[in-house]
């Protein structure tokens, strides 16, 4: 069993940064791919980004490369997500995912244990 529990967002203006954390409980975290959703307003979930269990090599959805940037610190049981150069469509609840499985998935529907969400409001 694993829990999960996101901080780390808030209200920042366009072209702003977040830095999101994603803390697991568990002894086994550092066996799980990692992955980070977001659901805007009336919108699907969708992938952010992914992080794998044993390499660290991360995935992203084309809308964030180079924006974005997902790292884990296994040792801490903490992943985390950097949101550089805001934009008010960034705006949306971001949650983290955890999937028993050495690589992340795109789908949703491919990981175990969900966090609750952390909003991330970017103002114009």
């Known amino acids: 069993q694993v829990q999960l529990e996101e901080s780390g967002g808030g209200l920042v203006q366009a072209g702003g940064s977040l830095r999101l954390s994603c803390a697991a409980s568990g002894r086994t975290f550092g066996t799980y791919a990692m992955g980070w959703f977001r659901q805007g307003l009336g919108n699907e979930r969708e992938f952010v980004a992914g992080?794998?269990?044993?390499?660290?090599?991360?995935y992203y959805a084309d809308s964030v490369k180079g924006q974005f940037t997902i790292s884990r610190d296994n040792a801490k049981n903490t992943v985390y997500l950097q949101l550089n150069s805001l934009k008010p469509e960034d705006t949306a609840v971001y949650s983290c995912a955890a999937r028993s499985s050495t690589l992340p998935s795109r789908r949703a529907g491919d990981y175990d244990y969900w966090g609750q969400g952390t909003q991330v409001t970017v103002s114009s």
């Open positions: 992080i794998s269990w044993r390499s660290g090599s991360t």
